[in-house]
């Protein structure tokens, strides 16, 4: 079956632009997660969503980042006002249910010029 | 505070060889699910494993065997007779079994097989 996909693949964008990424999940899968991933480090948990709603916005590094998933199923991840720091590779993960294991999409490289 | 330390960053090996990834964590928690994740150079971090703390008989699958020590707070990972598609970053990861639900990853190791 389908699993976990990120669009776009690649988004480069100039400082102060703001970028809305997506993430589609295993169809059925409950739970949602957001991390991101800088170069040589593991992934760093920034948001996670147990249907509609944010169980844990505890990762999001500052007001700038903001995510959604409206109807349960997909999600955005936005992010205002950009900086050359959150240069990363943004990781979204689902899973059937909270605790299980997260199945992982193969992420959105973002470069912030 | 949850940590999850993989001291090795890098590892080489020679095709056949067997390698042991190591992995050390923290927490005050009785309750946690403990992870192995595979990322190729493609990116998509792949599930290996996972373990609750409750269990902690070893297991085997195929070339891959998971060495659980609570007295050690280790959960090492072996791959035995190893292969050129077994390179990759490998992550170990813990997860709190009562409360948050987000998975605390530790910095990974490059494994790089020869052949």
């Known amino acids: 079956g389908a699993g976990v996909s990120q669009t776009p693949s690649n988004k480069v964008t100039e400082k102060g632009k703001y970028v809305e990424l997506r993430c589609d999940p295993i169809?059925?899968?409950?739970?949602l997660y957001w991390y991101r991933q800088s170069l040589g480090q593991g992934p760093e948990f920034l948001i996670y969503?147990?249907?509609?709603?944010?169980?844990?916005d505890s990762g999001l590094p500052n007001d700038r980042f903001f995510a959604v998933r409206p109807e349960g199923s997909v999600s955005t991840l936005k992010i205002q006002r950009t900086e050359r720091g959150d240069s990363a590779v943004y990781l979204c993960a689902s899973s059937p249910a909270v605790g299980s294991e997260q199945f992982f999409g193969p992420g959105t490289r973002l470069t912030v010029l | 505070a949850q940590k999850v330390t993989q001291a090795q960053t890098e590892i080489s090996v020679v095709e056949k060889e067997d390698v042991t990834l190591d992995c050390v964590y923290e927490?005050?928690?009785?309750?946690?699910?403990l992870f192995w994740y595979k990322q190729p150079p493609s990116g998509e971090l792949v599930f290996l494993i996972r373990?609750?703390?409750?269990?902690?008989q070893n297991e085997i699958s195929g070339r891959y065997s998971w060495n659980f020590q609570k007295s050690t707070s280790s959960f090492n990972f072996t791959i035995t007779a190893s292969q050129v598609v077994d390179s990759a970053v490998y992550f170990c990861?813990?997860?709190?079994?009562?409360?948050?639900?987000?998975?605390?990853f530790g910095t990974g190791t490059s494994l790089t097989v020869i052949p």
């Open positions: 969503f147990q249907g509609t709603g944010a169980a844990d």
């Open positions: 927490t005050r928690d009785t309750t946690y699910y």
């Open positions: 373990r609750n703390s409750f269990d902690e």
């Open positions: 169809s059925g899968h409950t739970a």
């Open positions: 990861a813990l997860r709190r079994g009562n409360t948050g639900n987000q998975f605390y």
